[in-house]
C-alpha cells in the first residue's frame, strides 16, 4: 500500500506559494471581514477562505506593514497602535479598542485607507 506524505507547509498550514524569506503566510480561520494580518515577527496570517487573488493582493498590502515595522515607523500592540510617518514627526498613539482605533477623538475601523500606514500600503496595490 503506497501513501503520500505531506509537504512541510500542508502539515503546519503555510501558503508556500505566497511565502518569501523570513514572510511565512500562515492559512487560517480569521475574525469575520478580516482577510490578513501582519505580524510583528514576520509571519503573516491570511483567511484561508478567500480566493487566490484576494490572499495575494492581501500579503502584497501586509508586505508593505513589514516594511513600515522594520523601519520602525509601525508599531502595535494589542491595546495601540503607534504611528512614525518620518524620522522628523513625532510618534502618534492610537488606542485599539473592539477593532477600531481612537485618536484624538477620532474613531475608525483597523484597515481604513485614511491610516497613513495604510494610505502607503494601499498605493502598493
Known amino acids: 500500500m503506497a501513501f503520500k506524505l505531506k509537504s512541510k507547509g500542508e502539515v503546519f498550514g503555510i501558503n508556500e506559494e505566497l511565502s518569501e524569506f523570513g514572510r511565512p503566510?500562515?492559512?487560517?480561520?480569521?475574525?469575520?471581514?478580516?482577510?490578513?494580518?501582519?505580524?510583528?515577527?514576520?509571519?503573516t496570517f491570511i483567511n484561508k477562505n478567500v480566493s487566490a487573488q484576494q490572499k495575494k493582493e492581501a500579503v502584497d498590502h501586509e508586505n508593505v506593514h513589514h516594511d513600515q515595522m522594520l523601519q520602525n515607523r509601525l508599531q502595535y500592540s494589542n491595546e495601540e497602535v503607534i504611528w512614525k510617518k518620518d524620522t522628523r514627526s513625532p510618534a502618534r498613539k492610537y488606542e485599539r479598542v473592539g477593532g477600531a482605533l481612537f485618536s484624538a477623538?477620532?474613531?475608525?475601523?483597523?484597515?481604513?485607507?485614511?491610516f497613513e500606514w495604510e494610505d502607503e500600503a494601499y498605493k502598493n496595490d
Open 105 to 114: 477623538g477620532q474613531k475608525l475601523q483597523e484597515g481604513h485607507a485614511s
Open 25 to 43: 503566510v500562515f492559512e487560517k480561520s480569521l475574525d469575520n471581514g478580516v482577510i490578513a494580518e501582519a505580524n510583528r515577527d514576520g509571519t
